[in-house]
């Protein structure tokens, strides 16, 4: 399977700002998916991003608050805008492979703390 | 609504015990269930089951899916403490590429 690595692996920032998130993956994947879990609750899409074209974004989900890019196909950023603490959380990078590409993978994670 | 259901939110036993997690699921275009081991940060794959009555295992792990009943369970024998950790059942529709998860069961095994 990919290997996935994400930077940074967790930080602290200050309401009002704008944290961006990298994900590496070692293999060229045509679908990266973003996830975010709050704390105490399970894992939610915030949306799909392939080469070339816009993201799609999940219902609640919005491009001005969590726009993304994905310039090639090992690489892809996800940035938080405008913080506020509802967005303490941890934000997941994820792919699918496995034999037939139906297997689920995530990389590391990044914790964020909004204050 | 399509939705995943796990049961229970929460369960601590004795190492030792034998536990039966429990998910159910109410989507359309169902592709395929997945079961995931999460300790600190990032989800591990532990099954993905697409036919229903076939058990799959890995050590002291076992699962199996019931598509009648739209529900899988996920066994664990034997348990250790390094069991202890939460385990997430999702399900992947056909119709996009997309999972979505259930809220989690929170197991705690305790010496």
């Known amino acids: ?115 | 609504e399509d939705k995943v259901v796990q049961s229970p939110l929460s369960l601590v036993v004795h190492e030792g015990d034998t536990v039966t997690l429990n998910c159910s699921y109410e989507v359309t275009n169902f592709r395929s269930l997945l079961w995931y081991k999460q300790e600190k940060k990032a989800p591990t794959f532990l099954f993905m089951l697409t036919s229903s009555g076939i058990e799959k295992k890995s050590g002291r792990l076992s699962s199996i899916l019931d598509k009648k009943e739209l529900s899988s369970i996920l066994n664990i024998t034997a348990t250790q403490t390094g069991d202890s950790a939460i385990y997430l059942c999702a399900v992947d529709y056909r119709s996009a590429s997309k999972i979505i998860f259930g809220s989690g069961t929170r197991l705690s095994i305790r010496p």
Do not use: H
């Open chain 1, 1 to 115: 399977s990919a290997v996935i690595s994400q930077k940074p692996s967790r930080d602290i920032c200050q309401r009002g700002t704008s944290l961006t998130i990298q994900c590496q993956v070692d293999s060229q994947v045509t679908m990266m998916f973003w996830y975010r879990q709050q704390p105490g609750q399970s894992l939610t899409l915030i949306a799909t991003a392939n080469q070339g074209s816009e993201a799609t974004y999940e219902s609640g989900f919005v491009i001005d608050k969590f726009p993304i890019s994905r310039p090639n196909l090992t690489f892809s950023t996800l940035t938080v805008s405008n913080m506020s603490p509802e967005d303490s959380s941890i934000y997941l990078c994820s792919l699918k492979g496995g034999e037939n590409y139906n297997e689920q993978f995530f990389g590391p994670g990044t914790r964020l703390t909004v204050l």
